[in-house]
């Protein structure tokens, strides 16, 4: 060979080697936990539903501003109250290749419908969906519903063919410990694909080169590797093992503001941690006074003024939290500051209702936390078991990975519990429907009120706002005053990542990886 052509060879050699360095970009996030599932409708938990959005997609989604806008769907109209059509991109192909089309929606609804779903309370009005033809998609409600949107932005569509071939027509049962091809496995229409699934470990993303949406970003990998324990995770932050940290520690914000090569941004989450106290037991599991006293809203009522929620704020939180008085927060529909007002701290108040209720030398109940779920959540709970350590209750802290937390919470082992509720519909009726509703699936504190669950049927299918907003009320009247669970704060997220790295911040702690760089 001519030593000119072998000079061009490796001058283009050269140049392909450096433009690939160049536009190859890879993002290494972590959390404290991993998502529970690959699949998309087994479990409605945030860490999972982050994971999905990356690969999976909707029919309408919330853009960086949080409105709902097209996605799958580029247009939609009710030509009557209980009847709604969705029209289709036509351009829209699953990361194998395969053409979506409205036969992959009506799926995947009515799979997000059935009793292993996770989902099914998000769309328990739907009562039928079909293919008018290939890109066109009838939806029937049992009722008009003003907020069917909210809840279709959260359901995602999978392949029929894909989950047909691998035995995945129903979603795993996650509470049954179930495992299936779709909990290790993705195949959605989504900006990027999985191409490795290690759970806890690592998961990787690459660009999905058959995406039917505008490149926003110049990311080629994202991988996730989740790390448990705080200290360890800022410390791969700073010594640049990862890029990103989406549950920054709040104890460590200043130290990695410090790093001249790291930010730190934070905002209030659309999410509230409380307490959740069995009220249908006859007896504590956990107890030693033979009944439950969660039955009597003295007891309930003496647990909450026994918490000092300021103190939390201060020592566990560094201030980065706010009291809340209910289990939602400012933006969701129905939400007033005044309903958000906490009761007084009051020790004294507390004990003198504790004995009021007959039990003045308090009793011994075991509370159980997750230690990888939320922003300090084991500290939050540490300072509870002291704070009503103070009126004689004697808790007996059990604090275990969120997968065990949540099965065993599920599966009706918790006399007093830690839970967070985000509200990714921005409306009450989330929160009354899952929490709240006679028999609905996290409600584990088992209120049950008729004047509630039928204010939950008007905020279903109550199309004039006056009097949707006026249920609304009612219903969280009633539960406030009812004391079902005890509200503690409103969180707000830290993220925290290189300078070099820009991942837009959101309040439901959600990065949209399609719209982030890497400079």
């Not at 769907?73 to 409205?102: C, H, I």
């Not at 009562?127 to 890109?135: E, R």
């Not at 939602?328 to 529909?333: D, E, I, L, Q, Y």
Request: aromatic fraction near 10%; glycine fraction near 6%.
């Amino acid at each position: 060979m001519k030593p000119k052509n072998l000079l061009k060879i490796l001058l283009a050699f050269l140049f392909v080697f450096a433009s690939t360095q160049s536009f190859a970009k890879t993002i290494k996030w972590s959390m404290q936990g991993d998502s529970l599932t690959l699949d998309p409708h087994a479990q409605n938990e945030g860490p999972t539903t982050q994971v999905s959005r990356q690969i999976y997609e909707a029919l309408v989604t919330r853009g960086l501003d949080m409105s709902i806008g097209p996605q799958l769907a580029t247009k939609w109209k009710a030509v009557d109250p209980n009847t709604w059509y969705f029209y289709l991109r036509e351009d829209v192909k699953f990361s194998n290749g395969q053409k979506m089309t409205s036969e992959d929606v009506v799926f995947s609804i009515l799979r997000a419908k059935q009793p292993t779903s996770d989902f099914k309370e998000y769309i328990s009005t739907i009562s039928g969906v079909k293919a008018i033809d290939d890109y066109t998609v009838q939806i029937k409600t049992s009722k008009p519903n003003p907020i069917l949107l909210n809840q279709l932005s959260n359901i995602f569509i999978m392949s029929k063919q894909w989950s047909t071939d691998n035995f995945v027509i129903a979603p795993q049962n996650w509470d049954a410990g179930q495992e299936t091809f779709s909990a290790t496995n993705a195949m959605g229409t989504g900006p990027f694909k999985i191409t490795l699934r290690e759970p806890n470990t690592k998961t990787v993303f690459k660009k999905n080169g058959k995406w039917w949406g505008d490149v926003e970003h110049n990311i080629t990998e994202i991988q996730l590797l989740p790390i448990k324990n705080a200290a360890t995770r800022v410390a791969a932050l700073l010594s640049g093992e990862i890029d990103i940290v989406t549950d920054a520690p709040v104890q460590d914000l200043a130290r990695i503001t410090s790093s001249a090569g790291h930010k730190v941004e934070s905002t209030p989450q659309m999410r509230t941690i409380f307490l959740g106290m069995d009220q249908a037991a006859d007896k504590l599991r956990s107890g030693n006074t033979g009944d439950n006293p969660f039955k009597k809203k003295e007891v309930r009522q003496a647990l909450y003024q026994a918490i000092d929620i300021e103190a939390i704020k201060k020592k566990v939180m560094r201030g980065l939290s706010e009291p809340a008085g209910i289990i939602t927060f400012p933006g969701v529909t129905g939400y007033t500051k005044a309903l958000d007002k906490r009761l007084p701290y009051d020790v004294d108040a507390a004990k003198k209702l504790l004995a009021d209720a007959g039990y003045p030398n308090g009793f011994d109940v075991e509370l159980r936390c997750p230690n990888d779920r939320y922003v300090n959540d084991e500290a939050i709970c540490t300072a509870v078991v002291g704070m009503l350590g103070k009126i004689g209750v004697n808790v007996n802290l059990f604090a275990q990975t969120k997968s065990k937390h949540f099965k065993e919470l599920k599966d009706d082992q918790g006399d007093f519990y830690m839970l967070g509720w985000g509200v990714p519909t921005l409306d009450s009726h989330y929160v009354f429907h899952y929490l709240y509703e006679s028999g609905a699936s996290w409600n584990k504190v088992n209120f049950s009120d008729a004047d509630v669950d039928a204010a939950i049927r008007v905020m279903e299918g109550e199309v004039d706002l006056d009097k949707r907003n006026a249920a609304i009320a009612k219903a969280w009247k009633i539960v406030r005053d009812n004391i079902a669970y005890l509200p503690l704060h409103h969180q707000v997220i830290s993220w925290a990542s290189k300078t070099n790295v820009n991942v837009p911040i959101r309040p439901n702690n959600e990065p949209l990886f399609r719209f982030s760089s890497v400079n």
